[in-house]
């Protein structure tokens, strides 16, 4: 059918395959980025909740696989804020992180939804591609019965489901796009749940370390274990 197609149906023929081709590499790509990423932020905000404090939560995520990720960017940004506002008040202080790791989270979360656009694109417009090529195969059936002057239907059936292979085509690249789309979608809204945990963890150590710092009882909220100066 697709041999005896007329080359405008087979360009629909093509970009559909294409189309389906592209959707189950992004679900390969990214679901398996994603998955990695959800189970490095958990590993992460679970280190967090159990800390005593921001040097200690930074020590720990520091080893093994959690060393690198957006939960460690978030970790650099609270040690940057507190080096650089180290003789300001505890309030801004605070309020200055915040509006870094809300950044951060933004920057994460863009990174890691990375190619599901498409995904919504393909699945709202392949049914409509199909049915373009369909709307022109069965044209050209027309008009090739009006040519042969006969409406036996060994000679309309084959352009008909010619016509009809580019919606079926349509329907094969838009179902699975749609179904991983919203897969994807609910698990992007639980990683920045993640994230907006990490974040909040993250702060409530710095205000803890500020606490601390004003009754005394440590010297900076900074953490030198890690061999950082305040001239970094």
Known sequence: MFVQADIVVKAVMIGLAFASLVTWTI???RGVDLAATRRRTQ??????ARADS???ARAEIAEGWTARGPVADLM???ERECRRSNDLSAEGIKERLAIALSRIEAKAGREIARGTGLLATIGATAPFVGLFGTVW?????FIG???SKTTNLAV???GIAEALLATALGLVAAIPAVIIYNVFARALLSYRALLSDASGEIIQHVSRDLERQERGLVSSVVPLARGRSAAE
């Not at 590993?43 to 967090?48: A, G, M, N, P």
């Not at 195969?137 to 059936?141: E, K, P, R, V």
């Open 43 to 48: 590993s992460c905000v679970r280190k967090l």
């Open 145 to 147: 019965i009006s040519q």
């Open 27 to 29: 679900w390969l790509a």
């Open 137 to 141: 195969g069965i044209m050209n059936s």
């Open 156 to 158: 309309v059936a084959p």
């Open 54 to 56: 921001l040097e200690a």
């Open 76 to 78: 650099e940004a609270a």
